[in-house]
């Protein structure tokens, strides 16, 4: 018999932060019981930094420089993963509050798609002429302030008097306020769960479920009984409202600045966030098994990358191709004997071919690679515009260059279009604090030539990339689309 696939991935999830890895905090008890019950990857590899093209790399089973879908203008043109699926008899079903929503190809390929999107722009009325203008400055000019908003918003109303202009104004302050003030919802995951239940009520077996949740992307804002989890108890919610009011691009460019008392706060929600997924996930466990299909089940649960705190400067998920962003979780429980894999790198682009024979009645866990490739095509491809000409004293030769990391067991080694170098011990010093590039040259040119033979020269596909994309018009996406990437911080 096939077994149903339910793969839940974690957006921007990082594996340091999960108990099961390590960490101090108890931010993953349920997580933690998958991961001594099946097999947890130690160093398992996203295949970029961002999600469009590690999402990529996941259905293609491809890096990024063969799929091309390494910007907000590109999608993926094969589901390989969804479409192999499909022709070996799975039902294959996608319920995510992200990717699947936009013209990006990742949706292309399932039976089924709901996208329980759930936005702070949501209106008692729909038809209303003031929210159509509000809308339109927002997009075109955008707003300096709050204050700045409600003047434009009651200079409108009095232009163009309409009671669901009003009341539609009212729900938007009330919604401010609630959020003002920590009345925090998630960001779609109890939502998401719900349409995956219905899915395993009805769907025909073998099933293929694709959840993916976003709550650990930032803003960090976990429900309001997650905020004081790991908080410190002398924070007050004033300084936990302040310390979200930062753009972790600005902040790359050193244009915010972050505190350490503010690093401390994100950490705290970022690890709540998690916290709630874990419970929210430990319901559906327990769904499963109630509905008597969680032990004909490959459960996966994994990240597409992580996030920066502060290291070498960097926040979010954008700057360079550091452990940070990259080490992701990968926890897979099956139904068959699960074998112990330590200290071995895998990479997420392994997880289509696998799947796939898993579908086929293959009986066997995930063999790691050994190696894994990282790409990314610069700051810029993540973005709805060109920070250089946004910020002053931004580089755009620093910020934009594209550049690819190989890393085995032994060594870490980054390498960019300006033809920088670096190389790290993984068996001593995972985190990358000592670069050894000017002391094992020959270390460096065997790994160059490695990855030339496997993706090319940094210079080869920088320039390949930026010939492409020269005069290209960005895609225009619908409303909601853009306005959960300005959610994510995609957006300005």
Known sequence: MKPNIV????????????????????????????????????????????????????????????????????????NTLVEGLNDRGYS????????????????????????????????????????????????KEGFDSEREKYTYFLKTVAHHPSPKSLVNGAAQLYRKLRKDYGYWQDDGASTALDSARDIVRSADEPFFIFANFVETHDPYRPPRGYIREFMPDDVSFDEIRNALDYSSVRACFGLDEITDRDRI???????AEIRYLDDQLREFDVFLRDEGVRNDTVLLILSDHGDF????????????????????????????????????????RQLCSHLQSVAEGDEKTLSPSGEAIVEYYGIDTQLSYEPWEVFEGVSETEWASYQVALVDDTYKLIWDATDRVELYDMQTDFWEITDLAADKQNVVEAYKKRLETMVG????????YRAGSAGEERTEQSEAVQERLRELGYIE
């Open 7 to 78: 793969f839940i991935l974690l957006d921007t999830a990082r594996a340091s932060n999960l108990s099961c890895y390590g960490y101090d905090r108890e931010t993953s008890p349920f997580i933690d019981s998958l991961a001594d019950s099946g097999v947890r990857y130690d160093r398992a590899f996203a295949n970029s930094i961002y999600s469009l093209p590690s999402y990529g790399s996941i259905f293609t089973g491809q890096y990024p420089s063969d799929h091309g879908a390494v910007d907000w203008n590109k999608r993926i043109t094969e």
């Open 92 to 139: 294959t079903h996608a319920v995510s509050t992200h990717l699947v929503s936009g013209d990006f190809g990742v949706a292309d390929a399932f039976d089924s798609v709901d996208v329980p999107f759930v936005s702070s722009r949501d209106l008692p009325f729909d038809e209303d002429p003031v929210a159509e203008q509000m809308a339109e400055k927002a997009n």
């Open 265 to 271: 706060i994100l950490q705290a929600l970022y690890d």
């Open 309 to 348: 705190f502060g290291n070498a400067d960097l926040w979010g998920h954008q700057g360079r191709v550091y452990n940070d962003v990259c080490h992701v979780p990968l926890i897979i429980d099956y139904p068959w004997t699960n074998v112990e894999v330590e200290g071995e790198v895998a990479e997420l």
């Open 457 to 464: 020269t940094p210079r080869e596909n920088h320039d390949a």
